[in-house]
């Protein structure tokens, strides 16, 4: 062999690098960490009455009382205007929309109409 000829090196291989982009796309944020579900405590909603009702009681939709964390046997109050207010047993009922069917006798006193808007809430015990 000759002295002047020296072997070819090859050079290292560098680590090929990981994109962080990707790897933040699976890591949620702190804020979505530390976030809490929030539960409403009221709602505006259109109200029906049902004369086939024997006692107070409020037909809520299953949808509806999950939003406000309604359970069956609790007390909602059902406020119409700022000013009428009523109180029903809630009963959970399957359906989606915003229509709670109530019990007219305590609204028909204070002059409310059927099929008006109101806010329910859950009472707190």
Avoid: W
């Amino acid at each position: 062999m000759s002295e002047g000829v020296k072997p070819e090196q090859t050079p290292p291989e560098e680590p090929k690098k990981v994109d962080i982009s990707k790897l933040l796309a699976i890591v949620p944020s702190a804020s979505e960490l530390k976030s809490e579900k929030k539960v409403l405590s009221e709602k505006r909603i259109r109200i029906k009455y049902d004369k086939s009702l024997d006692k107070p009681i409020a037909r809520i939709p299953v949808v509806l009382a999950n939003e406000l964390g309604i359970k069956n046997g609790d007390q909602v109050e059902i406020v119409v205007a700022g000013k009428k207010k009523a109180y029903f047993t809630a009963e959970v009922v399957e359906g989606s929309e915003n229509i709670v069917v109530v019990y007219p006798e305590d609204l028909e006193k204070q002059g409310v109409a059927d099929n008006s808007i109101a806010t329910i809430r859950r009472v707190k015990a």
